[in-house]
């Protein structure tokens, strides 16, 4: 399987197993987030502080790291399961394909988490952020409880409500933190929407996996009530999550500028169109389609955030 990596047939290099273990077609999902909090952040730091930044890229960069790996080391038993049960269905797993052995992803997992601290501590020093190391550990032991023992929410129900408090709120207030030094009032019709948007993506990361999940204990939306069910979960959360947007403009358009809502809102809409277009193939072990759905649902999340995050940083007074 090793192999499979290089269209040439021929073992891929170390840089290449490793460039594929930490999965970069996810990073957006972490990297987004963070850019986001930390727009979210200069809204009471002007100029905008570019230490501050540089800081939460690194605790982003080493926290993806530790994320990713320790996942792969606590889902190793579920990915041979589902490469057993389609070895053609889906992509090489880390461990269970040897790309890389468990010891050496758990290893460097830990590290990288070790990593993720220092930077944290370093940025509660340089940035003189009380808290900084605190919540940056607060954010590790989010993420770790999702696959990692004792917690293992993902196995026993809720993984999903983990990512959206990882990913949705901790990692962007995190940022905003590092940026403004404060959490301002703003920044909660903001985080709400993305969270829910956030919810969304966890729920739907669970549809190509919903027969190995089942067989291997995870009990995520779709192993436990099914691929409808969960695709219809996702598809609410959207459009909630475009109208907590709206809605927030309404309701507190100091804000929430309209400007910077609607057209946000308005991208998470037409993705959303395309994944109704594409929703009805997406079924159980349908897995090109349902790559095809969360192709438009990511861009519904990420592609609606930038355009939210460009708007903000462009405001009056915002450079």
């Known amino acids: 399987m090793r192999a499979s990596l290089t269209s040439g047939g021929l073992p891929a290099s170390s840089f290449e197993r490793w460039f594929y273990a930490l999965k970069p077609a996810s990073w957006p999902k972490l990297f987004v987030p963070a850019l986001f909090g930390q727009i979210l952040g200069a809204s009471s730091a002007h100029p905008f502080d570019v230490p501050a930044l540089g800081w939460g890229l690194a605790f982003t960069v080493f926290g993806l790291g530790f994320i990713v790996l320790l996942n792969d080391w606590g889902d190793r038993d579920v990915d041979a399961i589902k490469r057993k049960m389609f070895p053609h269905g889906c992509s090489p797993k880390t461990i269970p394909d040897g790309i890389l052995g468990a010891r050496v992803v758990g290893a460097a997992g830990l590290l990288l988490g070790g990593a993720t601290l220092a ?33 293992r929410l993902n196995y026993r129900g809720g993984g999903e409500l983990l990512e959206m408090l990882g990913v949705g709120a901790a990692l962007p207030l995190y940022n905003a933190y590092l940026q403004g030094g404060a959490i301002g009032p703003w920044v909660w019709p903001w985080i709400a929407g993305f969270s829910v948007l956030s919810l969304a993506g966890g729920v739907a990361s669970g549809l190509s996996d919903e027969e190995s999940d089942r067989v291997g204990g995870k009990r995520t939306v779709a192993s436990v009530y099914g691929n409808v069910a969960a695709r219809r979960l996702s598809e609410a959360c959207v459009l909630l999550g475009a109208g907590i947007w709206v809605a927030g403009s309404v309701w507190r358009p100091d804000w929430v500028p309209v400007w910077a809502a609607v057209p946000a809102a308005a991208v998470v809409v037409w993705n959303f169109v395309g994944m109704r277009r594409v929703s009805h193939a997406a079924v159980t072990n349908a897995f090109r389609a349902q790559g095809e759905y969360k192709h438009f649902l990511h861009r519904a999340i990420w592609h609606s955030t930038i355009v939210a995050a460009v708007l903000l940083w462009l405001r009056p007074g915002s450079a």
């Open 119 to 151: 930077v944290a501590a370093g940025a509660e020093w340089a940035l003189h952020r009380p808290a900084a190391l605190e919540a940056g550990l607060s954010c590790m032991l989010i993420f770790a409880a999702y696959t990692l023992p004792p917690i």
